[in-house]
């Protein structure tokens, strides 16, 4: 579990908001305000757990651009002011936020959501994570089928994992990746991110990725990066050999450029990310570097990604279907003792291909700005 040291909290907290996450970060990826109106016909509702009502701001502006219900969770045993005593080790939240099992008992249980398509899901970030009555209220609730949106609100802290340790504790949803927003954070703030990533409205997505026999799906962030990347995929799987790099991340050339959208990220494994403009890397540990994020592996809490995806180069196959495509065979030999390369417009070209493993035949790759792309491979 991922749990910020009290030292390092205070010092976010007090001293360098600004080193420590986020408050600019919330506002680079806004969009533009739109006219008053309901962005959605899915039936929505807000759920919130507010101490301070920093986060039941948020919820409020969220359900006014949505035109959502809301519902607040409170506990049964209310928290007081000593309970939030984070200077002390003792204070009831500093325990419960310790203890992986603490479950607070909520004031009014909420059994299910019937009727409800979309779920935003709001929580103060307490000590990196979110409070533990956010896993009262998942594992009391049916979500099953429901798509939920987690945002949060903290002093500095940005948002780390606390949104995807959500999801094993209501596996069922369809969740997608969380927002932090900072304290006060305006309508407008909070319309443009709403507008970003609710359904219908915006370019939020699942994607799949195979490799070494594994099935891997991901998040897909709201940004003109994660869609142009989307629309590329909408015309076909994409194949992309990837080599190792600085003993945290793979990373291939994508065989286009996307649009950037870069901001200073510190990686954490399972993040999807755009280099450059025109690689793409799957991060397996921690670098930090002004990067575009075009999404997350989807659970990676609860498994180790390195042996998945393997030491040296690998053949990932990024695609918007459940299986990727398995074109005609066209009877090349197998190991493969010779690629033949064509370009786009069915040209012979001349190339190699090393790093293709047994049972992989090439049908067809492209060289595009100097790039070398497997296009389509058969199993
Ligand atoms: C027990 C406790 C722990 C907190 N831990 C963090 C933290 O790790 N990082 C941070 O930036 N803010 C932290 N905060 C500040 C809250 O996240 C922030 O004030 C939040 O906006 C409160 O939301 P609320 O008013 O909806 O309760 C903590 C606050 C409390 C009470």
């Not at 009262?136 to 945002?151: A, H, Q, R």
């Not at 200073?264 to 025109?278: F, K, N, R, S, W």
Request: hydrophobic share 35%; charged share 20%; net charge negative.
């Amino acid at each position: 579990m991922k749990h910020v040291s009290f030292l390092s909290f205070i010092f976010c907290f007090l001293l360098a908001p600004s080193s420590c996450a986020a408050d600019n970060e919330t506002e680079s990826e806004m969009e533009p305000g739109r006219a008053e109106e309901n962005v959605s016909s899915k039936k929505t509702i807000v759920v919130y757990f507010s101490q301070t009502e920093h986060t039941k701001a948020i919820a409020e502006h969220i359900s006014e651009v949505v035109d959502a219900d809301t519902w607040r969770i409170e506990a049964l045993v209310p928290y007081t002011q000593a309970d939030i005593d984070y200077g002390s080790s003792s204070s009831r939240t500093s325990v419960e936020q310790n203890d992986e099992s603490a479950r607070p008992k909520m004031k009014d249980a909420r059994s299910n959501l019937d009727g409800y398509d979309v779920v935003y899901l709001g929580y103060p970030i307490w000590w990196g994570i979110a409070p533990r009555i956010i896993l009262t209220f998942l594992e009391s609730c049916d979500l099953s089928g429901k798509i939920v949106i987690p945002f949060c609100t903290s002093a500095s802290s940005g948002i780390g994992t606390s949104d995807t340790q959500l999801h094993a504790f209501a596996p069922n949803a369809t969740w997608m990746l969380g927002r932090r927003f900072a304290v006060g954070s305006s309508l407008e703030t909070v319309r443009g991110w709403v507008n970003s990533v609710h359904p219908e409205k915006s370019g939020a997505y699942s994607m799949n990725l195979f490799v070494n026999g594994h099935k891997l799906t991901a998040s897909m962030s709201s940004n003109s990066s994660a869609s142009a990347l989307r629309d590329l995929l909408e015309k076909g799987d994409l194949t992309i050999l990837m080599s190792d790099y600085g003993g945290f991340e793979k990373v291939g050339p994508l065989g286009a450029s996307l649009p950037a959208n870069d901001e200073y990220i510190t990686t954490e494994p399972g993040d999807i990310i755009l280099y450059q403009g025109d690689k793409i890397t799957l991060y397996y540990d921690v670098n930090a570097w002004n990067f575009t994020r075009l999404g997350k592996i989807d659970g990676v809490e609860g498994i180790d990604l390195k042996p998945i995806l393997g030491d040296g180069g690998v053949t990932v196959v990024l695609s918007l279907n459940d299986n990727y495509t398995m074109l005609e065979d066209v009877g090349m030999p197998n190991p493969i003792e010779r690629v033949e390369v064509f370009a786009v417009d069915g040209k012979l070209l001349g190339g190699s291909l090393e790093r293709l493993r047994d049972g992989m035949n090439v049908v067809k790759y492209s060289m595009e700005n100097g790039q070398t792309i497997i296009k389509k491979i058969i199993r």
